[in-house]
């Protein structure tokens, strides 16, 4: 049996070895990934790189040579003008992505480098390296030659493959819209048009022997070309899928639940790839999607759904790792945006707690190793990690001012410098994602209506933690000090354990101290509160 605190095989591990025995000896082994900078590059994409980064990190802690390819389907043809761009830009629905002109401000060269440049960085900071192929380079550099040529020459093969799940439906689900209406005879290539640019086109007539190909647009222009020097165009999705399985060498690929239904992509492409490129079909799980946590409130505050650069605004790069880490592929992610990142970080800290003392179990040890470290480096973690619900108490009492931020930091062990980068994520935080409900202000000046208002057993107890206050100003100085006022109060001993009428006094002393302090009877943990506020403030407003 494992000892506590060592490393023990998890999903990753067993993945990598499946990968491991289905590549053999002596091959560089391929993980892959493909994304479409169709628009921004959402969160969800994410689990499409981080389940095979994990596995080509793993395979490389064993010692093996193994690349993370990453497609970039630049060359897919743009479809949509996204909200909040000019509707200017329909005049380019059906042009490759990559020749679509970027959002005006932008300081690249077209739509998709626009929309890969976030995403590059994003898995930069995450530490995943991969190489990136774009299909545009691919396909217009004649890369893919061979391949267009072969699935053309095997055309009525590959119809013949499709035929097998095609329905009689006139509605295509999301990726097959490009095979289920057909012309007189199935071609599995679509050019783009040499007069307009787009992909409006038919393929009339095509000779295997010269590889002659007629095709006309619906803008009006006509033409004939030889497809073995023509490179304006491409593989339609469910061709193109299996044929990069093929070229690439594939061995490990997952895909989303909409490609791994009945008659899907992924379904489709393993015979493709086998009967007509000759290649393999990748070892390739079904992940679940990644769901968001304070969408309303992300959504009003960007106008989008989150990016991976969204995420690492307010969480650390080894808590977004753990994430996707800790879960199997098809068990569901949450990220969270609003206030749930608290307990995210109470869990992180405690395993983190737990790996230090040696009492974590195996799987909790590995996915922890996951997170701070790949093959290649050690991740950028804070040195005096602080509570976060704290640290967004703290900046959010004192506006992020600086010099309060330092003193209240160095009454919990910890310096402004120390407490980064978790600090500079808390702050984006509570500057972009927390409930406008949950923000604290502190009174200006104290409420003399309510002081002279108190009972007896009210005012003895705001007196006590006023003269008290500094005697151990720490959290969890100022924790024991809280709830041990009404302890004293009833002549109990500060380690005695609470009963339900203690619990409603403390309850009451509260509820009291938040009046007076805020203006409400709740607010952040009140050690937090008292922390932020400092004592010459709490002092003044509790009447002293």
């Keep these: ?229 023509f490179t304006r165009g491409k593989l339609v999705w469910k061709v193109d899928w299996p044929m990069r399985w093929a070229y690439e060498g594939v ?31 990748p070892i390739g799980p079904m992940y679940a999607f990644v769901g968001i946590t304070g969408q309303a409130k992300m959504s009003s505050s960007r106008g989008s759904v989150p990016t991976p650069g969204d995420a690492l605004e307010i969480l650390e790069v080894p808590v977004l790792r753990w994430q996707f880490a800790r879960r199997r592929p098809n068990q569901a992610i949450k990220v969270a945006f609003d206030q749930e990142i608290h307990r995210l970080y109470d869990e992180w800290d405690a395993l983190g707690r737990k790996v230090a003392a040696g009492t974590a179990g195996g799987i909790e040890t ?33 506006a992020g001012d600086p010099a309060q931020l330092e003193r209240i930091l160095a009454g919990v062990g910890a310096s402004l410098e120390g407490a980064r980068p978790r600090l500079d994520r808390a702050s984006a935080w509570v500057q972009s994602y927390m409930p406008d409900e949950a923000h604290t202000r502190l009174r200006d000046e104290p409420d003399t209506v309510l002081l002279a208002s108190l009972d007896d057993q009210d005012r003895e107890a705001v007196a006590m933690l006023r003269d008290h206050l500094t005697d151990d100003w720490s959290l969890d100085g100022l924790t024991t000090l809280v709830y041990g006022v009404p302890k004293k109060q009833a002549g109990l001993p500060l380690d005695v354990k609470p009963t339900d009428e203690l619990k409603a006094a403390q309850r009451r002393f509260f509820v009291v101290v938040y009046q007076l302090l805020v203006g409400a009877d709740t607010g952040p943990r009140l050690p937090t509160l008292l922390l932020a506020a400092g004592p010459e403030r709490v002092r003044h407003l509790l009447g002293g």
């Design 251 to 281: 061995h490990f690929e997952p895909s989303g639940v909409d490609h791994s239904s009945p008659g899907s992509s992924y379904q489709v492409g393993g015979l493709i790839v086998d009967e007509v490129f000759g290649g393999r079909q």
């Design 1 to 229: 049996m494992e000892t506590a605190g060592t490393p023990e095989p998890d999903w990753v591990s067993t993945m990598a070895d499946e990968v491991i025995a289905a590549a053999g000896p002596g091959t560089t082994i391929v993980c892959a990934s493909g994304l479409s900078p169709s628009g921004p590059i959402h969160l969800g994409n994410l689990r499409e790189v981080m389940t095979p980064h994990l596995v080509a990190d793993e395979i490389r802690r064993r010692g093996h040579d193994c690349e993370h390819l990453i497609s970039w389907d630049d060359y897919d043809r743009y479809r949509r003008v996204p909200a909040g761009v000019d509707p200017a830009w329909s005049e380019h629905i059906g042009k490759p992505l990559s020749a679509v002109p970027a959002p005006f401000g932008s300081p690249f060269d077209n739509w998709a480098d626009h929309f890969k440049a976030p995403m590059i960085a994003a898995l930069e900071e995450l530490g995943v390296p991969f190489r990136g192929v774009s299909q545009t380079e691919m396909y217009t550099s004649g890369a893919y030659r061979d391949q267009v040529l072969l699935a053309m020459r095997e055309r009525r093969a590959i119809d013949g493959i499709l035929g097998r799940f095609r329905t009689k439906k006139k509605d295509a689900a999301p990726d097959e819209d490009e095979d289920v209406v057909h012309s007189s005879e199935y071609y599995p290539f679509k050019p783009y048009c040499g007069a307009c640019g787009r992909d409006d086109t038919t393929i009339t007539a095509y000779d295997d022997d010269s590889t002659e190909m007629t095709y006309t647009c619906a803008c009006g222009f006509s033409e004939t070309v030889l497809l073995r020097e």
């Design 366 to 398: 590995t996915g922890h190793v996951r997170a701070v470290t790949t093959a290649e480096r050690e991740l950028p973690r804070t040195p005096e990690p602080v509570a976060y619900r704290t640290l967004a108490s703290v900046v959010d009492v004192t």
